[in-house]
């Protein structure tokens, strides 16, 4: 897992009503839902605002258990409309052909949530047939990373085929994770070999088909909303989201031992009543942002042979080893040996 990008994960609210509207018909009370994950329901309303990624996560767990769908992901995927992708579906609907849309969607994929790396490239050359490409996604995180992939992909197809009419299906599907015990779903939706234990997460198809023009392209609306994106995006990479500055406070401070909200909310040059609400606003509390840096820092520690454990709740604030032990098991379920060993016998 890279450690950096699971610090940093977020989604848009946008994204996010894709998945609630999903839930919500299949009878899941949103409200609750909402109160659950501690978020605002006017945060709906904020479509450029951003979620941790962990309670979208959360959410997807979530709906894979209280509906028994094995395959929500994918469902969820199949489900996707233009407004889940925000700014950038908005700007890809624009664009002139194919090729033009999924460049942009590559470049901008990180508005809708930095979850994953996407990619557009060509395929190598297979006897007997023409030219093809792939358009992959490698997630950053390993939690409910089926659930992931399969959305992901299926909303892209989804997508695809409203902006350009067409209803070709895909050469092949790959996914990175093992095939489930049922994958007649993956069938019915993707509609061509679905081949798993790969080494991407992707939709291949003929090459040709990237020069399809776009019914909806229009040249100043694609440079209003490519303008647009560039603002957003620089923000996003300059992290001047709330949860990022605090973050980094907390990556820079922990050694000291556990910085207090006051000592951070100082820092930020705001008050501790504002950076809760800033913090609540996107749907974590000062202790839970806390926690989860600590538990990303330690897994990443952990991944080091070199350093012991004394060392590593050094690093992360705790005062012996007892004290990261027990946290360490809240976390996992496991002591951080057990994860060790664990790990290396993966290796």
Avoid at 61 to 75: I, P, Q, S
Wanted: glycine share 6%.
């Amino acid at each position: 897992m890279d450690t950096l990008a699971a610090l940093t994960s977020s989604v848009s609210v946008a994204y996010l009503q894709g998945l609630l509207d999903y839930l919500e018909r299949q009878g899941q009370p949103v409200d609750k839902l909402l109160k659950q994950l501690k978020l605002s329901p006017q945060l709906l309303a904020q479509r450029d605002q951003r979620i941790d990624a962990q309670l979208y996560l959360q959410l997807l767990e979530f709906g894979v258990d209280a509906t028994g769908d094995d395959c929500l992901g994918l469902h969820v995927g199949e489900s996707v409309r233009p407004g889940y992708y925000g700014v950038l579906g908005y700007l890809i609907m624009s664009c002139a052909t194919l090729a033009d849309a999924l460049h942009r969607q590559a470049r901008y994929a990180t508005l809708v949530g930095n979850l994953g790396q996407v990619d557009l490239a060509d395929e190598p050359a297979r006897a007997g047939l023409e030219a093809q490409v792939a358009h992959s996604w490698r997630p950053h995180l390993k939690q409910q990373s089926r659930q992931l992939s399969e959305e992901t992909l299926a909303g892209w197809m989804t997508f695809g085929h409203w902006i350009s009419g067409l209803q070709t299906p895909p050469t092949e599907v790959r996914f990175e994770h093992s095939a489930p015990l049922d994958t007649r779903e993956h069938q019915r939706i993707f509609r061509c070999p679905v081949l798993f234990d790969q080494a991407d997460n992707a939709l291949v198809f003929p090459k040709r088909l990237l020069s399809t023009p776009l019914s909806q392209a229009d040249v100043q609306v694609r440079g209003m909303f490519d303008a647009y994106a560039d603002r957003l995006l620089a923000d996003i990479k300059l992290g001047n989201s709330v949860l990022d500055k605090v973050r980094l406070q907390l990556v820079r401070q922990l050694s000291q031992g556990a910085p207090e909200l006051a000592q951070i909310a100082e820092q930020l040059a705001m008050s501790p009543r504002t950076l809760q609400r800033r913090l609540s606003d996107a749907g974590l509390s000062f202790n839970q942002l806390l926690e989860q840096t600590r538990k990303h820092m330690v897994l990443e520690y952990l991944a080091d042979p070199a350093l012991e454990l004394s060392e590593i709740a050094y690093l992360v604030g705790f005062s012996e080893t007892g004290s990261l032990a027990r946290a360490f098991r809240r976390w996992t379920g496991q002591s951080p040996h057990e994860y060790r060993a664990s790990r290396d016998g993966r290796c």
